[in-house]
């Protein structure tokens, strides 16, 4: 019997397309949705964040339905980490499973999430890590860069090379949720990775530079899961070159990408096979 799932990413932009994606898990009826990141309104500041959490427990409650969806995703590199325990208080709720750094195991599958991405020339930093030899984006628009205290309010950052050589890179991360999975759970593992990969056509920007990690391309490469997903550079599938699906070995990759006011999605079922 077939595994229906729908994968999308960054609401962020239109946050009406929440509303859309409740109407077609209702029409659809998946067992698992896979939101790979930016879940937020980018209006309103980090206290329009904070306000709109009441709302989108609303709209996982009635895609959960009867409990037999389960959504699966973490925050992206516009949401503001301090409210990252409000995510989780729904997933306590048993609304959304927040699968950032973890491995969540649920009929059959393995999930596994990592939201971090490499550095890029806007403020906020909370979300950049290292990438190879990649630490700071030589471009940068505000400085040293930008984080944000508890109460939402921004914090300069004196040196931003130092503060991403404190963090694990992407690699460190990808290596250290590779090594919970049993060997016979790789093959039929599930990624969401928010940054996309490098050099399969998912990581285009309108200006035509490509900015996704080659970190993650080896990852995919060299460990073959089943599928993952990423989102980030909304236009990317849009451009020339640009895809939304894509094969790496036996690993099928997907980038839904997000333009325009309709939401954009991918609906697939995985056979018993």
Known sequence: MATKFIITSD?????????????????????????????????????????FFPILADYLAEMRGTGETTILTFFGNDDFHPLEPLLDDLATKGLCVNLDGKVHREDGFVFCGMAHVRDYPFGYKHWCAPDGDLVACPVQFCGEGLTVDDQGRWVKLANLRE???????????????????KEDEVRRSIWLIHCPPADLGMDFCADGSQVGSRTITRFIEQTQPLLGCSGHIHESPYQPGGKWATRAGRTLWFQPGQEGQKLHCVSLEIGDD
């Open 163 to 181: 503060y991403l050589l404190a963090k694990s890179s992407l690699h460190d991360r990808l290596e250290s949720l590779r090594t919970q999975l």
């Open 11 to 51: 609401l962020h932009q239109h946050i009406h397309k929440w509303e859309q994606l409740v109407r077609v898990v209702e029409r659809e009826k998946p067992r698992f949705v896979l939101v790979a990141g930016d879940l937020l309104p980018k209006d309103g500041g980090f206290h329009g964040q904070r306000k």
